[in-house]
């Protein structure tokens, strides 16, 4: 494999972890679409599952889904990685190897809606106790803290709020405490935000969004910083049945190589809708942390490279007005997800965090008149004139 980790980051994400297929010299990794995967002998299986490298059978690791791996693991400066059927069998994976009897994690309260809600409604059968704190006050982190704390878990930015968390003062809080410190970085995607760099232990993402980029695959994945911790997610993942396959991984690798080009394009797209909307009178509030007027821009500054392709905003006249909105958009779809190349519009208290009961919603800051968009890379001019023409008809 190519050593280039001291490369720039464009060179990094096509190149880590690529290499000519061995058997063929093909360029492109191959799907290697097969269940399992013949021996030469006795001695040689017996090799294999005795730990000598080699491929056994696809749940327990293959070709296409390792060139994938070591793509993601290079990009966010882990030992290694663990591909996943989506962002939720990621999610379970960290849970479940890390959570048990008697055991408790402290989460950021605005999390993606079913990681919180399978921490509220499913782990408490398993004994799991979860407290759920607003992590961008490092503080509270802090004193939801306890003896029997074994993951500190923060989105940041969160969805869809988009208020951030100090990933390197929750590592302190979070490691002063014997915990591990996980950080879903799908919003800010490897390109933007590197949070094992940043004192984190795990970082994992849904590949659904900005690392595939198309709008057309559902997949998650684990990086771990340390490879104690590495072996413990493979053991609990390749029994628990979680994993890829190789097609699906397939497509997440031609998706990656564009992420750099993407996401420059759409934080392009976000940034000048977001200065647009901050200053039309139809808009009661904006959140974006590429806005000085995000509170924590600041902290964007610090530990991420720029602002992301997602904001929401509140528009004059509440809930009703919301919906004017999100119906009559031409250019923007109406639907969840959010980092594809095209730019997608949604209601989170209706859609997404549907799940949440109101009062938890409201505490979490997810407001009734608040819409998310994900920008996508359209032309600029299209999209503003989109928002523009249906902000005119409230
Ligand atoms: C979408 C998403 C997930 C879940 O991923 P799936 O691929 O849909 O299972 C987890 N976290 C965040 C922040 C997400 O946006």
Known sequence: MKDIQDKGIMTRIIHSGQHPDPATGAVSTPIYQSSTFAFRDADHGAACFGGAPGYKYTRLGNPTIEALESNIAALEHGCGALGAASGMAAVNMVYLTFLGQGTHIVATESLYGPSRMILENEYPRFGVASTFVDSSDPQKVADAMCDDTKLVYIETPANPTLILTDIAACAEIAHARGALLVVDNTFGSPYLQ????????????????????????????????????LARLRKVHY????????????????????????????????????????????????????????????????????????????????????????????????????????????????????????????????????????????????????????????
């Open 194 to 229: 590197n949070p094992l760099e940043l004192g984190a232990d795990i970082v994992l993402h849904s590949m659904t969004k900005f690392i595939n980029g198309h709008t057309d695959v559902v997949a998650g994945i684990v990086v771990a910083k340390d490879p104690e911790v």
């Open 239 to 394: 029994n628990m049945g979680g994993t890829m396959d190789p097609h699906q991984a397939w497509l997440v690798l031609r998706g990656v190589k564009s992420l750099g080009l993407r996401m420059e394009r759409a934080q392009e797209n976000t940034m000048q809708l977001a200065a647009f909307l901050e200053k039309h009178p139809k808009v009661s509030w904006i959140r974006y942390p590429g806005l000085e007027s995000h509170p924590q821009h600041e902290l964007m500054r610090r530990q991420m490279r720029g602002g992301g392709a997602v904001f929401s905003f509140g528009v004059v006249g509440g809930i009703e007005a919301g919906k004017t909105v999100i119906n009559n958009v031409q250019i923007a779809t109406l639907a969840v997800s959010l980092g594809g190349i095209e730019t997608l519009i949604e209601h989170p208290a209706s859609m997404t965090h549907a799940g949440i009961p109101a009062q938890e919603r409201l505490a979490a800051h997810i407001t009734d008149d608040l819409v998310r968009v994900a920008v996508g890379c359209e032309t600029y001019a299209d999209l503003e004139a989109d928002l523009a023409r249906v902000l005119d008809m409230i």
